[in-house]
């Protein structure tokens, strides 16, 4: 009875805005006030209605909110208890462990991994696995992504693929095969068209499937690779209207089985240039220090984060990139972060480092790293970046092993114009030219933990100190016994 009572009070008083409405405002204005009556009034019906249903029936069900994360464990339940998919008994491969890449604008961290091979599928989703007669695996990952700017960003969830080497196709998150009713990632992010807040974190679940024949090929392997889209600073851009500025399409391996686990996470510790992260073969550290030394030039500082040398070696698909060194590459890679506090827009990819060592001097391997270039450092913005280097084995064992390597680093200015630039560049005094070019320098004398011998091998330091010392006493034996040859030389004579 009261809630009718409400109700007519509610009219009436509809009644009066109505008139208040044709009173103040006039006709033209009267379709306007109606409507939105009228939509205040729908608003609190359904409210009410959902209250009263809420209080009257305690057994309907709840309506789940999407973003809600569940524990891994709780979707992997309701994942076995699928109507779609019969999974085998135990999981094929499982990782705790956390792969993550970041650039300057946000960070995507796969935070757990589980893969279960697929006894059966329904019709209803074999599109999920490229309409193959049989089903291979399901790869169900927890996934982070983290906006590293105080600026609102939006994330294209639909193009973060996954693949493998020579796969002829790349998967796509499948929603399909999803059981839980909350937790699914792009579901997340397309129900507010991928936006991320300033400094916020955006984590739900991913499932990518395969179709027996591609579950034998990437199983053998060891591994699969998301291809990580950047970010987009609009949300009408997430479909490729318009280049992204906020980042690069990059890789991140992930591992399916535990000796692929083991490289990947050594892989970790090391320097992101793109024989890490995009996995060109084998690495072995040979020094790796944190330095963050610091160099100014006028109103911009170079921030000299770390370095590192280690011994290389490529996988078979990557070794035409290096058959100009004959007897093997060392690589040398080094982090820094600069700071633009000038009024220029500055170039910090398109600047190029240089090594010294002794009188060899190298310049830094464009191919060798992620960043391209064109990249801006706006004026109070700061930026990232590495370059990397690639050293002839040999000359580096005979020569530069153990000596200090000197570092000159350049960062030019972006000029509005750059084909007028390169014009008075061309014309003008190489002092105006350096004038927009920043200069740092540095000196780094390297820790070793590990040496290459006179084999080329990579041994400890323990290992390399007895091997010198032998070749020291082989010296000494070698020196008196061709004294000795010429002291009997002279007595015959």
Known sequence: MNKHTNRMKFNKKIGLVL?????LVGCGKIEETIEEVVSSQEVSQVESDVTSSSADNTEN???V?????????QVIAEFRNSDVLTLADESY?????????????????????????????????????????????VVLMEVAITNLTDETIYYPIEGLRMSYQSADMQMHPSSALYPAQSGDLTKILEQNNGEIGPSMTVNGYLIYSFGQEEWEEASALGNVYLTVVPPQSEPDA????????????????????????????????????????????????????????????????????????????????YEENFQNFNYGQIIVSIEYEVTNNSDYELLPVDGV???????????????????????????????????????DKLR???????????????????????????????????????????????????SLVNYINEDLDVVSESEYQTDSESLDESASEEEVEDSSTDEASDDLN
């Open 65 to 73: 909110d999407a973003r809600f994360v569940p524990e891994f464990s």
């Open 93 to 137: 491969f499982k990782v705790n462990e956390t792969f993550s890449q970041t650039q300057n604008n946000f960070q995507l961290s796969v935070e757990n991994i589980e893969v279960f091979e697929v006894e059966s599928a329904d019709e209803s989703v074999s599109s999920e696995f490229n309409y193959e007669d049989n089903p291979g695996a």
């Open 353 to 391: 480092a240089t090594l010294q060592i002794g009188e060899d001097s190298l310049n830094s391997d464009y191919v060798l790293i992620n960043d391209y270039n064109g990249t801006v450092i706006k004026p109070g913005d700061s930026y990232t970046t590495i370059k990397t280097f690639a050293l």
């Open 238 to 317: 997430i479909s490729g209207v318009g280049a992204s500025l906020l980042g690069d399409e990059r890789i991140l391996y992930l591992p399916l089985d535990e000796e692929t686990q083991e490289q990947l996470s050594e892989n970790k510790q090391m320097i992101p240039d793109r024989l890490s992260s995009e996995w060109w073969g084998q690495k072995t550290i040979l020094a790796q220090d944190e330095l963050n030394e610091t160099s100014e030039d006028d109103d911009v500082s170079v921030e000299l984060l770390r370095a590192e040398i280690s011994d290389f070696e490529p996988k078979d698909i």
């Open 396 to 446: 580096y064992q005979e020569v530069w092993q153990g000596e200090p390597f000197y570092i000159a680093i350049n960062t030019p200015v972006k000029s509005e114009d750059e084909e007028v630039l390169e014009e008075e560049a061309e014309e003008e005094t190489i002092e105006v030219s350096d004038d927009l070019i920043y200069y740092f320098d540095f000196t780094w004398t390297p």
């Open 19 to 23: 008139i208040a409405a044709l009173f």
């Open 61 to 63: 069900e709840t309506a």
